[in-house]
């Protein structure tokens, strides 16, 4: 089946092809004209990070689409299993959505066994519009300047270089054990509340080392308070010219996949959610909300919720297998 520019099959356009004919259907069901009133989108990140970013541009764009606001709900904590638990228990009308980074789709079903949940069961999976590099630095003051030099200090030190976390059990959590265990070395997780306090441990020393996206480092290397010292991704970074990835610089065992993805919660009818995916291609293929994307280090995409449920059914057991190699353990 044909492709289109963002890799959805045009079975789902014509799914959607038509948002009021759409809506008629919902009010035949009995459900009422969606949306009906401005959108929740949760974010369950503190407010300035790289999931922030994303989430208010591409929400601006598609409240343009939906002909409603779309009000960016930040809510953070326990490595983003509070707002994404708000959504999956949020009434089902199309009203609330979440816009959340691979933690939540794919490290949380695999690494936290007592808060476990089913993406397939407790969330109505929509898109993922959106991937982006993560990056590891350090702080400006740190004595790096590159890879080979951090990770000779690591293992003379063991165990005594801090990076920041949004968590235990996070998804940068699980990244910086990917790097600790592809270069055979210890490093100690501090855990912060989001990414934009990680980053200010980072650049205060009260942490030597960080991971996060291209989108939320970039300002902070350009202005010197941070250091980049490779790209997690598979390609290098136009914001960061000169910084090579980590399988450049032989860890190629440490890449990660960081990508955004759009949910609603469960139960949500198939009409609301036909209407909502019609409106999302729409959305990712405006060339003015591409540009933004990408000047911030974002690569705009669109695949389906298919291909959606693949990706994460992909992540799932990988991750997990990474965190018992890690010794990654979490009560929660």
Known sequence: ??????????????????????????????????PQKPIRLV????????????????????????????????????????????????RPDGHTLLLAG??????????????????????????????????????SAAPWNSLTELIDGAKARPGRIRYATFGTASGSHLTGELFALAAGIQLQDIAYRGSSQALVGVMGGEVEMGIDT???????????????????????????????????????????????????????PAPVLATLTRAIVETMASPALQAQLRAQGIEPTMVGADAFMAQIEKEIPRYRALAHRAGIATNE
């Open 1 to 34: 089946m044909k492709q289109t520019a963002f890799g959805i099959s045009r079975r789902v356009l014509l799914f959607g092809a038509s948002g009021a004919a759409l809506a008629a259907h919902a009010a035949g069901a009995g459900l009422g004209p969606w």
């Open 43 to 90: 974010v369950p990140l503190a407010a300035g990070g790289g999931t922030d970013i994303v989430a208010r541009m591409i929400g601006q764009a598609l409240s343009q689409q939906l002909g409603q606001p779309i009000v960016i709900d930040n809510r953070p904590g326990a490595s983003t299993l509070i707002g994404t638990e708000i959504v999956a228990r949020a």
């Open 102 to 139: 691979s933690t939540s789709y794919s490290v949380n079903p695999a690494l936290r066994a007592a808060r476990a949940y089913r993406p397939s069961r407790d969330l109505a999976l929509i898109a993922i519009v959106a991937r982006v590099p993560l990056v590891l630095v350090v702080g």
């Open 214 to 268: 291209v989108a939320s480092v970039a300002p902070y290397v350009h202005s010197g308070r941070l250091r980049a010292l490779g790209v997690m991704g598979a390609a290098p970074s136009s914001l960061l010219p000169g910084v090579r990835t980590l399988a450049e610089q032989g860890l190629a065992e440490a890449s990660f996949d960081a990508w955004y993805g759009i949910a609603a919660p469960p139960r949500t």
